[in-house]
C-alpha cells in the first residue's frame, strides 16, 4: 500500500465564497448540534430525569427540547421542561437543523439535477421550504 | 452550464468504492431518511388531530425505529469523523483507519440500542 501526504492549501490561497462558506456551515452547525443535544441531556438528568424517565425518553427530549416530548413520560411537573431556556435550546437546535438538513439536500440534487436552470429551481424551492420549516417549527415550540 | 457525466446507471452501481463509498452512501440514506422524518414530525405536530396521531402509531412501530435510529446514528457519528479529519486536514493521512474506529464506534451502540427497541416491542 503506498501512502499519499494530505494536500491542503491555505485558507488564504483557497479564497472564500459561498459554497466554502456552507461547506464550513455544515461541519460547525453539526458541532453545534452535538453540544445542544449534550446540554439536554444534561439538563434532563439535573431535572429528575434519572429516575422518572427511560433511556428512550431522554434521547426523544435531547433531539428535540419541546415540553410535548416530556408529556407520556412520568414526569408530573412540566413548567421547568417548558422554560424559555429549553424554548431557546430548542429553537436553535430547529433553525440548525433544517438549515443544514435543507443545504444537504441542495447538495444531493445538485448531483442529479445538472442543468443551469434546474438548479436555480431546486434554489428557490429549498429556500421557501426552510423558511416555512422554520416558521412552523417555531411557531410549535413558542405555542406548545 | 450543463455537466455531462457519461457514465451509465450501471457502470456506476459497478464502481467499487470500498469502505468510504459504503460510508458515504449511507450518509446520504441516513441524511435523507432524517430530513424527510423530521418534515413528516413538523408537520404532524403542526396539524395535530387524527392525521398526527396516524402519524405517531408509524412512528410507535419498533421497525421504523430501527431504521430512523439507524439514520440517525450512523449520519452523527459519520458527521463527527468527517468534521474532525476537515477540520484538522493532517489526519486525512489516517482516514481508512478513521473508518474502522467510526464501525468499531457505531456497531456497538446501534446494536445495543436495537436490542433494547425490539425488547420493548415483544417484551411488553
Known amino acids: 500500500m503506498t501512502t499519499t501526504k494530505s494536500r491542503s492549501l491555505p485558507l488564504t490561497k483557497r479564497g472564500l465564497n459561498f459554497e466554502m462558506m456552507m461547506w464550513l456551515f455544515t ?10 443535544i449534550l446540554v439536554a441531556i ?6 429528575g430525569a434519572r429516575t422518572q424517565m427511560n433511556m428512550a425518553d431522554v434521547l426523544r427530549w435531547s433531539f428535540m427540547t419541546s415540553s410535548t416530548h416530556v408529556q407520556s413520560t412520568d414526569i408530573t411537573d412540566l413548567a421547568p421542561w417548558a422554560s424559555p431556556f429549553w424554548r431557546v435550546t430548542g ?17 444531493i440534487a445538485d448531483d442529479y439535477i445538472v442543468s443551469h436552470r434546474g438548479r436555480n ?3 428557490l424551492l429549498s429556500i421557501v421550504f ?5 416558521g412552523i417549527g417555531l411557531y410549535i415550540l413558542w405555542t406548545s | 452550464m450543463s455537466l455531462k457525466r457519461n457514465v451509465s446507471l450501471a457502470t456506476g452501481l459497478r464502481y467499487n468504492g470500498q469502505g468510504p463509498m459504503l460510508t458515504y452512501v449511507l450518509h446520504r440514506i441516513g441524511g435523507l431518511g432524517m430530513a424527510i422524518f423530521v418534515t413528516i414530525h413538523i408537520l ?7 392525521s398526527g396521531v396516524f402519524i405517531n402509531t408509524i412512528y410507535e412501530n419498533w421497525l421504523f425505529q430501527i431504521f430512523i435510529f439507524f439514520c440517525a446514528l450512523f449520519h452523527a457519528i459519520n458527521g463527527l469523523r ?11 493521512e489516517h482516514s481508512r483507519e478513521a473508518i474502522w ?3 468499531a464506534v457505531f456497531i456497538p451502540i446501534y446494536g445495543i440500542a436495537v436490542l433494547v427497541i425490539i425488547s420493548t416491542a415483544f417484551g411488553g
Open chain 2, 82 to 92: 468527517i468534521t474532525i479529519l476537515d477540520l484538522f486536514p493532517k489526519l486525512l
Open chain 2, 44 to 50: 404532524a405536530s403542526f396539524l395535530g388531530g387524527e
Open chain 1, 121 to 123: 429551481i431546486v434554489r
Open chain 1, 91 to 107: 429553537s436553535l437546535l430547529l433553525l440548525l437543523a433544517v438549515a443544514h438538513g435543507v443545504h444537504g439536500c441542495v447538495v
Open chain 1, 130 to 134: 426552510m423558511l416555512s420549516m422554520m
Open chain 1, 27 to 36: 461541519r460547525l452547525s453539526a458541532l453545534a448540534m452535538y453540544g445542544l
Open chain 1, 42 to 47: 444534561v439538563g434532563a438528568l439535573i431535572m
Open chain 2, 101 to 103: 474506529i467510526e464501525w
